[in-house]
């Protein structure tokens, strides 16, 4: 399966020892996830993409874009393909306005039941589809309910509505697709839903049977003495709706002082436009 990483902060900051050069970097990943990788940033609000179908490891692309990035959210993938050929348009982040989705998961028995979730997916969405996989499809119906509880032009939509519409979307999905799988090893013969999705402002990552973990504060900041934004907080955990200075999503804890907390599946935890920390559990049948 795939890797993700989310970056949401306060501050513009680097991403590049999370990417590159930390001990379980999204590089080091893609060592078992080698079929292409994909990165979206936010500038002035609006996304920028930039994909390849090399492997992260070993593309000096990764390496400079890395390098050079600087925002308040960043979101990173590196693929496995299960559904779809090698591609641009098959490599995640999605991306619809201003809206962007990566996601680590399978829906089993895809090519028999792709006409049925087609098919609920409004054409409006659906005309914008390009690749083959089932998670471009599962985002823009993830997108098209959404669409129906805010407007998706709207930068800060109210949060809770956004993770109550997700919640009921996944809910929906899984009566058409079946129970998910909890078994961390993944394969193609299984269904997983884990995905982080944001629009720039806020961000709404759900563990969806493949693992996630999420972080906010470190055990001690390694810049206490020269970062100007330093609080308490950073190095403090935080409790629903509270504020922090960053979350950090990834499918697997990397090396540092990041305190990381593991999801369970069908765990919810996002962050507003405030940087007020989200969390939530939904009821999704396991096997």
């Not at 990943?29 to 990165?39: E, I, V």
């Not at 961390?184 to 995905?195: A, C, I, S, V």
Request: aromatic residues 6%; contains cysteine; neutral net charge.
């Amino acid at each position: 399966m795939c890797r993700i990483f989310g970056f949401r902060s306060v501050l513009q900051s680097g991403v590049h020892s999370s990417l590159v050069t930390a001990e379980n970097a999204l590089s080091c990943q893609s060592r078992r996830h080698p079929d292409g990788w994909g990165l979206a940033y936010y500038l002035a609000g609006h996304p920028h993409v930039v994909k390849s179908t090399d492997t992260a490891e070993t593309d000096d692309l990764f390496r400079q874009v890395s390098g050079v990035v600087s925002s308040e959210t960043v979101l990173a993938h590196v693929r496995k393909a299960t559904h779809g050929r090698l591609s641009l348009i098959n490599t995640h982040p999605f991306q619809h306005g201003r809206w962007t989705f990566a996601h680590n998961g399978n829906i089993k028995e895809f090519d028999a039941l792709r006409g049925v979730l087609e098919k609920m997916v409004p054409e409006k969405f659906r005309r914008w589809r390009l690749g083959e996989t089932d998670s471009e499809l599962m985002f823009q119906f993830m997108l098209s309910r959404l669409a129906t509880k805010i407007d998706l032009e709207d930068p800060k939509p109210n949060i809770k509505v956004v993770m109550d519409t997700l919640a009921e979307a996944s809910q929906e999905l899984v009566q058409v697709i079946g129970p998910l799988s909890d078994r961390e090893t993944g394969t193609p013969t299984e269904n997983y839903l884990t995905f982080v999705l944001t629009n720039g402002r806020m961000m709404v990552a759900m563990q969806g049977g493949l693992t996630l973990h999420w972080s906010t504060h470190k055990k001690s900041c390694p810049e206490r003495t020269t970062c100007v934004s330093l609080m308490p907080l950073c190095e403090a955990a935080a409790n629903d709706g509270d504020k922090v200075n960053h979350l950090i999503i990834s499918s697997e804890p990397l090396q540092g002082q990041n305190v990381w907390v593991k999801m369970k599946v069908g765990e919810m935890v996002a962050v507003d436009e405030g940087m007020c920390l989200y969390r939530r559990s939904i009821g999704l049948p396991v096997l």
